[in-house]
């Protein structure tokens, strides 16, 4: 199996500049992990849930917030992306991803085609869905 076969292709993406604010007002609103950062269309970057996380604290939202808790809203999103991008082809078998997952420690590939434009991305949890069998796993633990 391909990566093509299983890979997102509806990404959202943001622009360098964008605030944290806005990034985080993204992620509120849908159900993935994973923000490509893009400038001038060319992918420099991502930002994943876990990368706000790390920026805000727990009393942002709070009475108790401070004005340097509040000032990370305002941070740039080039400020926080990982600039380390590993991409993966279409083409390639999931194999290849679940290897690069592991050795890079990533959560996410972005899919680029030949010309390096983003045309999708696939995730650890896209791998697992796709190899998990629940006769294989049950069996594997004494569950037949």
């Given amino acids: ?33 994973h923000i490509l950062i893009l400038e001038n269309q060319k992918l420099v970057g991502v930002i994943s849930d876990r990368d706000l996380l790390k920026e805000f604290s727990p009393y942002l939202d709070t009475d108790y917030a401070t004005k340097r808790e509040l000032s990370a809203l305002s941070k740039r999103a080039h400020q926080v992306m990982t600039r380390k991008l590993v991409t993966i082809t279409p083409e390639k078998r999931i194999q290849v991803a679940a290897r690069i997952f592991v050795k890079e420690g990533i959560s996410c590939l972005p899919v680029v085609d030949k010309e390096g434009q983003v045309v999708g991305i696939v995730t650890w949890r896209d791998i697992m869905q796709t190899v998990y069998k629940p006769e294989l796993v049950n069996k594997l633990c004494g569950q037949e």
């Fill in 1 to 33: 199996m391909k990566i093509e076969d299983i890979m997102t292709t509806r990404v959202v993406s943001a622009d360098i500049d964008d605030t944290l604010d806005k990034i985080r007002d993204v992620f509120k609103h849908v159900k993935f992990h």
